[in-house]
């Protein structure tokens, strides 16, 4: 795995993501605003040394984990834990409210949070999950989280065909070899890394049929493999004509442009680097046109 990476990355940036691995990595908190306000939040935590991130998220040390965890405001769905960079994915779909947005793939639901948030609690926000014990996940923290949702239990690969051109903004955070979250260094066989190729092109293709003329869609893993990220979508693009990337903004993270001999426009995809901050991630912005 280690030399087909060097293909993808420096030595230099290589070495760095392996020591992102070592040691415990900072806590980044999203603040429910549907029960929670910022002052409240910045009054409750003050004594931790909360860094604002930006208006919904505040990083914390590692150390503090288990008093975050354990806190009155996280057992009462006021807070949530939450990567970082898995974040980003949720805010870069830009959902306002009153939209009709759709989070395919969505257990344990900490994106569906998210845009409930930026959806201010309004418009249509549909949750599809497959695995049936996840689906129970996702519809008891969407609950917690006071989250307005239609939650169905369903393979995110038939969306397309019964819900065409239905809606404006979806996220499709895909199954894959989590390498960003488990370690560059784990071994993941080419059959393993082939299979979820496979389905991360079903969810692609299915996910771009289901969006309106205009709409726009987040594709993302937390994997670092080409074929789980550049492949699917260079498959995506050569099988449906209409679509364009769009640039991200990605901010104060470090980023490193997708590469694509065939697509020049899939650049405008960003690899984050991984940190104690945050963990690597795979995030691109595709849109009807």
Avoid: W
């Amino acid at each position: 795995m280690l030399s087909k990476f060097l293909e993808i990355y420096s030595p230099e940036e290589l070495e760095s993501i392996q020591k992102s691995f070592e040691g415990p990595k900072n806590i980044c908190v999203f603040i429910n605003k549907i029960k929670y306000s910022v002052e409240e939040f910045c009054s409750d935590f003050a004594a931790l040394g909360p860094q604002k991130m930006d208006d919904f998220c505040y990083l914390f040390k590692a150390e503090h984990r288990a008093k975050l965890s354990h806190s009155r405001a996280f057992g009462e769905g006021k807070i949530y834990l939450q990567n970082y960079a898995s974040y980003l994915c949720a805010k870069n779909l830009g959902a306002c409210k009153n939209q009709s947005v759709l989070d395919l793939c969505a257990a344990p639901g900490g994106k569906s949070i998210n845009l409930a948030n930026f959806m201010q609690n309004e418009g249509y926000l549909a949750c599809v999950e497959a695995h049936k014990t996840r689906f129970f996940t996702l519809q008891k923290n969407l609950k917690n989280y006071g989250v307005r949702a239609r939650i169905f239990l369903k393979d995110a690969r038939s969306i397309g065909a019964l819900c065409p051109l239905k809606f404006d903004k979806i996220l499709l955070d895909a199954p894959c070899s989590t390498l960003a979250k488990i370690g560059i260094c784990t071994q993941k066989s080419q059959k393993e890394i082939r299979r979820l190729s496979t389905l991360q092109k079903g969810l692609l293709n299915s996910a771009l049929k289901a969006l309106k003329q205009g709409g726009e869609l987040i594709y993302s893993t937390c994997t670092f493999t080409r074929e789980e990220n550049e492949g699917v979508l260079e498959n995506a693009l050569g099988g449906n004509v209409g679509f364009e990337l769009l640039e991200l903004d990605v901010s104060g993270v470090a980023t490193k442009d997708a590469q694509s001999e065939k697509y020049p426009q899939l650049c405008r995809a960003k690899r984050i680097l991984p940190c104690l901050d945050y963990d690597g991630f795979f995030i691109a912005k595709l849109r009807r046109i």
